[in-house]
């Protein structure tokens, strides 16, 4: 097998959180563009990423479901409907999260435990179903995604950032469980990108201009950034890889 041929996906299938739009959305498309077979998960409409995935010719699967509200049972019977609808899955992105800002003196304990359930609690009861399906069959693929704030502390998040550092921790503690089972756990550490959560900094002109000014490559990310790391973590290319933290960020860490 050739080194290009070794980031197809053809055959696979792929679950991608918070697929309705922004980074999910891009990162379920650049899978399919690869050759997978995609289930989304969301509590928004997923018609627009069915229609793009469908109209490069491969399957999706809507999955609503509310990672907020969600049991473990729950997490459990979505990734076995999953398998069923699908035919397998080899592939999890634990992409969906919100972020609450406030100051830590005046920090709401709702702001703490629905940033902690969305982005830590339901990530890793679901990276925990379908290492089940996973480990049974011998191979599979989780690509956790954690941010700069698992690096940094930031400022006005105080539960986004002890969530993101989890994250961070929680990939190298499942991989360091689960790569002798054939299962790859890494994660991608976005940078700045222009999306929902970050309209807030970009609407203030001094806040948004300090972030350009410390960022090498001199713009926000978007979303399509994330493709090509995504595909590579998903696929052969990258199976000698675990427990990795990968920044796409245009440089801001180095600085």
Not at 146 to 173: D, H
């Amino acid at each position: 097998m050739g080194i290009l041929d070794s980031f197809r996906l053809d055959g696979k299938v792929a679950l991608v959180t918070g697929a309705g739009r922004g980074l999910g959305q891009a990162m379920a498309l650049g899978l399919t563009e690869a050759g997978a077979e995609v289930a989304g998960l969301d509590i928004i409409s997923l018609e627009e990423t069915q229609e793009l995935v469908e109209g490069l010719g491969r399957r999706f699967l809507a999955v609503e479901c509310n990672l907020h509200d969600a049991s473990v049972s729950e997490l459990n019977e979505v990734t076995r409907g999953i398998v069923r609808e699908m035919g397998g899955l080899d592939t999890l992105v634990n992409n969906a999260g919100i972020i609450r800002r406030a100051p830590a003196l005046e920090f709401s304990e709702e702001y703490w435990d629905d940033v902690l359930q969305i982005n830590l609690k339901a990530l890793f009861f679901l990276s925990q179903a379908a290492g089940r399906v996973m480990a049974e069959q011998g191979h599979g693929k989780i690509i956790n995604v954690a941010s700069m704030l698992s690096f940094q502390g930031g400022i006005l998040v105080p539960s986004y950032t002890a969530a993101k550092s989890g994250v961070a921790g929680l990939t190298r503690a499942l991989a360091n469980e689960w790569a002798s089972k054939g299962i790859n756990v890494n994660a991608i550490a976005p940078g700045y990108m222009a999306t929902d959560n970050t309209a807030p900094l970009r609407a203030d002109p001094q806040r948004s201009q300090a972030i350009l000014d410390r960022i090498p490559a001199g713009r926000w990310g978007t979303p399509a950034d994330l493709k090509g790391t995504v595909v590579f973590l998903a696929s052969a290319a990258s199976d000698y890889m675990h427990g990795a933290i990968v920044p796409v960020d245009g440089g801001w860490l180095t600085r």
